[in-house]
C-alpha cells in the first residue's frame, strides 16, 4: 500500500510540473495578400515586449515559448501595413498563414545619410549586367510550365444566382466562391501548358515546341501558340519592362538613378550567401516606374529575387492592382538563371468598387542547359527567326499525364476550377447561356449548323432609303469546317427597292493559309470606309456629320472572285477578277455624264488584280474560318497591281493601276508609341472618277485615324499620289504635373502630294462637279489632343495647314473631333 501511495504521489508530481511547464508554441508564414508570395525577413514580435525575430527566407516563423508575453503579435515589413494578430490567451498552439496588405516604400527609401548605399548597389547590378543577364549565354533552353488563372471578385453573386440559366448550376458556383479572401472571390477558368524553349544570340533565332496543353474547354487551336512562353520578353535587367502595352522602366536601368530613389535596408544571409535587401521607389510623380524590392548577391551583385508594383501614379488603364515577380536560382556554383515569374494583376473595367477579374500567371523554369550544341541542333529545324511547334496531341493529355508533368500540385481553388468547368461545359442550360452571351456580344447566334446574325445590321436609317431593315443567314464550322457560305437581303422603306450579298468562301489550308473567296452584291457602297471609323449607315453617324455637307450615295453591282495563299515567311499573294458597276444616286456626278465608245456601259469595269503582301513574324488570333491580325514586330509591305480590260461583261475601259504601302507600329521608350504609313500610287488611263484615286476624306465629327479629317469624300482626286502618316503618342506629356487625371497627349502629322492628268481633268471636271487636284501642291494636316478622358474618350484638334489658300467658299482650316477607343 505505501509503495502504490508513493507511486500516485509521484505521478501527481509529475502531472503538476507537466501541467506548469506546458510551452506555448506559435508557427506561422507571412504572405503578400495580393501575389501570395512569402514575404522573407519581416520583423515579428509581441507587442510591448522586447521578445521577436524574423520570418525565414520563405517567410516562416516559429515562437516556442513558456507562456504568451501578450496577447498581439505585430508583424511589419517595409513596403506593408503593420499587421496585428490578436492571441487567444487560453490556447497553447496556433499555426497561422498571414496576408500583408501593401504599403509604400516612400518611406523606406528616404535616404538621410551622406552617402547612400542603394545607390551604390544599384551601380553595381548595372556594371555586372553584362555578367548576370541570362541573354549573355551563346545559347541556352529550358522546360517551362505555364499556368494562367482567372478569377472574378466584388461580383454579386447572389444575383448571379437568380439567373435563370444558371440556377441549375448555383449550387455548383457557390460551393466553389472562396470566402476566406476578402472580398470572396469566384475562380472561373484555368489553363496550363508545358514546353520546350530554345534561345541563340547570334544569328538571333527562337524555338518552343509545345508539348502539352490544357485549355480546358476551349478548342481554339490558335490560342495553345499564346499559353507557352515565346512572348514572355520581360527581362528585369532590361531598360524598359513591358506591361500589358506600356513600357515602364526597369528598377536595373542604365538611367534607373534618373527615375527611383535607392535604399539598402537589411543585408541578410541565405544558404550561407550575402545579400542585399535593396527597396526603391519613383523619384517623380506621373512616370510610368514602379515600386518595390530585390534581394542582391553581394558578390556577384545578380539579382535573387525581384518583387515590382505598380506605383499609384502609373498611368494604366482598369489596373487596380499589379505584382510581378521573378526568382533566380544558381545553375552551378556561381551562375545565376531565372527559375520563376509570377504575373498577379486585378482588372477592374468599372472602377475600384465594381467587379474585377484577378489574373494569375505562374511560369517555372527547369532543366536549364546554356551554351549546349544540343541547342543548336534543335534551332536548326527552324524556318523562320521564330517558331512555334504544337506537338500532335498536345491538347488531348490526361490527367495522369499532367499529375506527373507538373512542377506544382494544383492548388484546392486550381482544382474546383477544372471540376467546375468541366461541369459547365456538360450542362445543356449552361451552353444556351453562353450561347446568349455571345450573341450579345458578337451579334452572332449559332443555330445548329447556321449562324444568323449580326443583330446591330437588322435595322438601321439613312437619308437614301430611310428606314432599312436586313436580314443575315450563314453557316457555321459545325455545317462544314472547310466551307461557309453566308448571304443578306436588305429592304429600304424609301426607295423601295430590295439589296444582297451572295458568298462562298472555301478554305483548304490553314497553315500556311490558301482559300477562294468569291460573291455577288448588290447594295449600296457608302464611300471610303475604313478601319475605325464610325459607318455613315447609321443613325449616331447623322447626328455628327459636319454642317453643310452632302450626304453622298452610291450604288454598287460588283462580282468578285479572289485567291489567297500564304507561305511560312510571311509573304502572301492574292490574286482576284472583278466585275463592278457604279450608279451615282445622290450629291454626285450621275452615270451619264460618261458617255464610251462600243458596247460598254458607263461606270462599268472589268479588272484583274494582284496584291503582294509581306509580313515577317506576324501573329493572328484565329477562328476555324477568319483571323485577325496581331501585328508584327517588323514594318508590312503591301503592293497591289490591278489591270483594267474593257469588252469585258460590258465593262468600257481600258487602264493599269499600281498602289504600294509600308506601315508599322513600334514603341520608342520613354517616349511613347509611333505608328506611320508611307503609301502612294499611280493610275494609267483616261477614266471617270471612280476609277481614278479618291482620297480619304472625313465627313463626320468622329475622328478616323486612317483618313484625312479636314478633307470631305471625294473632294481629291488624283492619278498619281504619295503620302505619309505619322502618330505619336507619348503618354502623360505635361498631364503627369495631374497624375489623377490619367490624361495623355499626342501629335499627328499627315501629308499627301498628287496630281491629275490634263485629260482626266477635263473628264471629271465638268460644271457642277466639286472635285479638286493638288496639282502638285502639299495637302497637310496637323494635329494634338487630350487621350484617355474618363479611360475611353479622346479629343483631337487637326489645322489643314496647306494648302495656304483654300478653294471652296465654307471651307474652314481648323476642326475639332472625338473618339472612343479601348486601350491599356
Avoid at 544569328?203 to 490544357?214: L, M, T
Avoid at 454642317?547 to 507561305?567: G, L, Q, R, S
Wanted: charged share 20%; hydrophobic share 35%; aromatic share 16%.
Amino acid at each position: 500500500m505505501r509503495r502504490l501511495d508513493l507511486i500516485l504521489t509521484l505521478s501527481f508530481i509529475l502531472l503538476a510540473f507537466g501541467i506548469h511547464a506546458q510551452k506555448k508554441i506559435i508557427s506561422g508564414q507571412i504572405r503578400d495578400f495580393h501575389s501570395d508570395e512569402p514575404i522573407p525577413f519581416a520583423s515579428v514580435y509581441f507587442k510591448g515586449t522586447t521578445t521577436g525575430m524574423l520570418s525565414d527566407s520563405a517567410g516562416s516563423f516559429l515562437f516556442t515559448l513558456n507562456h504568451w508575453p501578450s496577447d498581439t503579435l505585430l508583424i511589419t515589413c517595409v513596403g506593408y501595413q503593420p499587421y496585428k494578430l490578436y492571441i487567444d490567451p487560453a490556447k497553447d498552439s496556433l499555426t497561422v498563414l498571414l496576408g500583408m496588405e501593401r504599403g509604400t516604400f516612400i518611406e523606406g527609401v528616404k535616404v538621410k545619410v551622406r552617402v547612400n548605399k542603394g545607390l551604390l548597389v544599384w551601380r553595381k547590378i548595372v556594371r555586372n549586367k553584362p555578367k548576370n543577364d541570362r541573354y549573355r549565354f551563346d545559347n541556352f533552353s529550358y522546360e517551362l510550365y505555364n499556368k494562367l488563372e482567372i478569377d472574378l471578385k466584388n461580383f454579386n453573386f447572389r444575383g448571379l444566382s437568380k439567373l435563370r440559366p444558371l440556377r441549375p448550376v448555383t449550387h455548383l458556383i457557390n460551393s466553389n466562391i472562396d470566402s476566406t479572401e476578402m472580398p470572396p472571390i469566384l475562380p472561373t477558368y484555368l489553363t496550363e501548358a508545358l514546353s520546350d524553349y530554345y534561345y541563340q544570340k547570334k544569328p538571333q533565332e527562337r524555338r518552343e515546341v509545345i508539348k502539352a496543353a490544357n485549355t480546358n474547354g476551349v478548342e481554339n487551336e490558335s490560342i495553345i501558340k499564346f499559353l507557352g512562353g515565346m512572348d514572355q520578353n520581360i527581362d528585369i535587367y532590361d531598360n524598359f519592362i513591358p506591361v500589358f502595352d506600356k513600357s515602364f522602366v526597369s528598377p536595373a536601368s542604365d538611367n534607373g538613378d534618373a527615375y527611383y530613389n535607392y535604399r539598402v535596408t537589411d543585408t541578410q544571409f541565405i544558404n550561407h550567401r550575402k545579400f542585399y535587401h535593396l527597396v526603391f521607389a519613383p523619384k517623380h510623380h506621373g512616370e510610368n516606374t514602379f515600386e518595390g524590392d530585390c534581394w542582391v548577391n553581394d558578390t556577384t551583385f545578380a539579382i535573387q529575387k525581384m518583387n515590382l508594383r505598380l506605383g499609384k501614379d502609373a498611368n494604366v488603364n482598369f489596373l487596380e492592382k499589379l505584382s510581378l515577380i521573378q526568382e533566380y536560382k544558381l545553375i552551378n556554383d556561381s551562375t545565376w538563371f531565372l527559375s520563376k515569374d509570377k504575373f498577379v494583376a486585378d482588372l477592374a473595367p468599372f472602377g475600384k468598387e465594381s467587379f474585377a477579374f484577378v489574373g494569375r500567371k505562374t511560369t517555372t523554369y527547369k532543366n536549364v542547359v546554356t551554351n549546349d550544341s544540343s541547342v543548336t541542333s534543335e534551332l536548326a529545324k527552324n524556318r523562320l527567326q521564330e517558331e512555334i511547334v504544337t506537338l500532335k496531341g498536345a491538347a488531348e493529355k490526361n490527367k495522369e499525364y499532367w499529375n506527373i508533368s507538373r512542377p506544382d500540385t494544383l492548388s484546392k481553388n486550381e482544382k474546383a476550377i477544372v471540376k467546375m468547368i468541366d461541369t459547365l461545359m456538360n450542362a445543356p442550360v449552361f451552353k444556351r447561356f453562353t450561347n446568349t452571351i455571345n450573341f450579345i456580344g458578337t451579334g452572332y447566334l449559332n443555330v445548329g449548323n447556321y449562324q444568323l446574325g449580326p443583330w446591330y445590321n437588322v435595322y438601321t436609317y439613312n437619308l437614301w432609303e430611310g428606314s432599312r431593315v436586313r436580314f443575315d443567314l450563314g453557316t457555321n464550322s459545325k455545317f462544314n469546317r472547310k466551307i461557309w457560305l453566308h448571304a443578306y437581303v436588305a429592304y429600304g422603306f424609301n426607295d423601295k427597292k430590295y439589296k444582297g450579298q451572295a458568298e462562298i468562301f472555301y478554305l483548304p489550308h490553314k497553315n500556311p493559309r490558301m482559300y477562294f473567296d468569291a460573291y455577288y452584291i448588290n447594295d449600296l457602297d457608302f464611300g471610303q470606309d475604313y478601319y475605325g471609323e464610325v459607318s455613315s449607315d447609321n443613325i449616331f453617324a447623322l447626328a455628327i456629320r459636319k454642317k453643310n455637307i452632302p450626304v453622298k450615295y452610291m450604288n454598287i453591282d460588283e462580282k468578285h472572285f479572289e485567291f489567297y495563299k500564304a507561305t511560312h515567311s510571311g509573304f502572301s499573294v492574292s490574286a482576284s477578277a472583278i466585275n463592278k458597276s457604279f450608279t451615282p444616286l445622290r450629291n454626285l456626278p450621275p452615270k451619264d455624264s460618261f458617255t464610251v465608245n462600243g458596247t460598254g456601259n458607263p461606270l462599268t469595269t472589268f479588272q484583274v488584280g494582284l496584291k503582294l503582301r509581306f509580313a515577317y513574324l506576324e501573329k493572328f488570333l484565329e477562328n476555324n474560318f477568319f483571323r485577325t491580325s496581331l501585328g508584327s514586330p517588323y514594318p508590312i509591305t503591301e503592293i497591289n497591281f490591278n489591270h483594267g480590260i474593257s469588252g469585258i461583261l460590258k465593262s468600257s475601259y481600258n487602264y493599269s493601276k499600281i498602289s504600294a504601302s509600308v506601315y508599322d507600329y513600334f514603341k520608342i521608350p520613354p517616349y511613347g508609341s509611333v505608328y506611320y504609313n508611307v503609301f502612294a500610287g499611280r493610275t494609267f488611263g483616261t477614266l471617270p472618277y471612280v476609277l481614278l484615286d479618291i482620297q480619304p476624306g472625313n465627313e463626320l465629327y468622329y475622328y478616323d485615324k486612317y483618313a484625312f479629317n479636314m478633307m470631305n469624300k471625294y473632294e481629291f482626286i488624283s492619278d498619281k499620289y504619295v503620302g505619309v502618316n505619322v502618330e505619336n503618342n507619348f503618354g502623360n506629356g505635361i498631364f503627369r504635373l495631374i497624375p489623377k487625371l490619367k490624361f495623355r497627349q499626342f501629335w499627328t502629322a499627315k501629308a499627301l502630294w498628287g496630281g491629275l492628268s490634263p485629260a482626266n481633268v477635263a473628264l471629271n471636271f465638268l460644271p457642277g462637279n466639286n472635285f479638286q487636284t493638288l496639282n502638285g501642291r502639299t495637302y497637310m494636316e496637323l494635329g494634338t489632343g487630350v487621350d484617355n478622358i474618363l479611360h475611353v474618350f479622346r479629343i483631337d484638334f487637326i489645322w489643314r495647314v496647306l494648302p495656304a489658300t483654300l478653294d471652296k467658299k465654307g471651307d474652314h482650316p481648323f476642326g475639332i473631333f472625338g473618339s472612343f477607343r479601348l486601350s491599356f
